[in-house]
């Protein structure tokens, strides 16, 4: 889906930071429970936006390393996009709920808040699952586990992990920000968030008032060289476990930015492997269709990006391709005329029609920057912060969208794309006038940030 996606809070409680995790790279956090306040109740609450669909993956996993017996997790599941959600004894009793729905929109922050309360005589009150704010009532399996049964969210003799399933794989592809346990209560998710009142769109609140419990936690990824730290006053801190500052980002349930559209298709014989929370990119080598943004350029207001070239392979001649791209919403395999491209070997390509434009380029670590001003109709480039010059063109009554691409058979590369939420480390750190998003160059007066508060603001 192409679509503005995720939660906007132009004022009151914002969520400054979150995680992104890469399930090539093995993402996680853990941390071995200590002892809990009441094993038969507990609380999570937490924001998610994903990266891949189609695999099994954990947003949480408590389990012991080395046995599979016994353990509480929540995860998409491969095949179907659905979210499953267990606590199982290793015997005999477990509380389990399987949603309905699916969870395929990469674009949007979604909230998952599980409410448990064994000691309840009502088996289906035991376990409610709420996302963004609403309760779930569909679900295609269901357990109601016994009456004061001790769960395992908080077992002294477990790990938990965030990202991870714990004793295999099944690590999480995507973003996780405001990642809350409460130990001992099973709460309302009205003590985490509400609707808006203009938008009706479910928003975080301030959790600080909170009492979280013995092994509660709530991480904030505020300190990008402790990614771990726990902000509830317990000391709960967690094991980082391949993450890095570069992993911490701006990109939240309160400010969604956009990144590549991984559901794109490449072509019929290849495909674009997506990494980084989709930010990264490495294009087939059996050419095909560019990966495009997942947030459309608006046809009013001053937009800036920045793409790096990370590495290629064989002639790149006129084959790195860097601009816009008009595609029609009802097939997106196939774009019309629209192009507006800088290309590497000192060109330009305008709908179709080439012509002369700037340096060339296309070495390693090169940075290409777009401002884009949908006032004027016009799209300038810097090679490495120099201008190259501004491109004019008619505005196109279908919906453009940030692109890069290669289009020969014999040629390969990898990009990676800076909405203002860089996947790559920045050497100066520059933000646009509302002081949103990190960039190696200077913004453009009055040019911002692709995400939804500038996109409410100004698109």
Known sequence: M???????????????????????????????????????????NGWVKRSHLGTRQRVYGVINPSSTAAYAFAEFESSTDTLHI??????????????????????????????????LSTGSDRMKVFINGVQETEFSHTNDGSQN????????????????????????????CQTIAIDGQALD????????????????????????????????????????LDSS????????????????????????????????????????????????????????????????IPKTGKWYWEVRIDTTSG????????????????NLTNPTLGDIRYISNATKNVDGSNSSYGASYGSNNDIISVAVDSDNNTVEFFKNGSSQGSISYTQNDLDYFAVTSEASSSVTATYSINF??????????NSDSEGYGNFEYAVPSEFFALNTKNLAEYG
Request: aromatic share 12%.
């Open 149 to 176: 049964y001790d769960t395992c969210f908080f077992n002294s003799s477990k790990t938990f992990h965030i990202g991870r399933a714990g004793h295999t794989s099944f690590y999480f592809d995507g973003y996780q």
């Open 315 to 330: 002639n790149i001649s006129d084959n790195l391709r860097i601009g816009m791209q008009v595609f029609d919403s009802n």
């Open 2 to 44: 192409l679509i503005v996606g995720g939660n906007q809070s132009a004022s009151g409680y914002d969520v400054d930071n979150g995680l992104r995790f890469n399930d090539g790279s093995s993402d996680n956090l853990s941390r071995a429970n200590g002892t809990p306040t009441d094993r038969k109740k507990y609380t999570f």
């Open 86 to 119: 267990d606590d199982f004894d290793g015997s005999s009793t477990r509380i389990t709920r399987t949603l309905r729905r699916k969870f395929r929109d990469i674009t949007a922050w979604y909230n998952i808040h599980v409410q448990v309360d064994t000691t």
């Open 189 to 228: 998710p009205d003590n985490f968030g509400e609707f808006d009142a203009d938008s009706g769109i479910w928003k975080p609140i301030n959790p600080s008032g909170l009492t979280f419990g013995n092994d509660g936690f709530w991480m904030e990824y505020k300190d990008s060289s402790n990614l771990g």
């Open 233 to 296: 006053g317990n000391g709960n801190n967690f094991t980082v476990n391949n993450l890095t500052s570069i992993d911490q980002t701006t990109d939240t349930c309160t400010n969604n930015y956009s990144t590549y559209n991984s559901l794109q298709p490449a072509s019929t014989s290849g495909s674009n492997t997506f990494k980084n929370g989709n930010c990264t990119v490495t294009t087939p080598t059996s050419g095909g269709h560019a990966p495009v943004s997942t947030f459309r």
């Open 420 to 429: 203002g939420n860089p996947p790559f480390s920045i050497s100066s750190g």
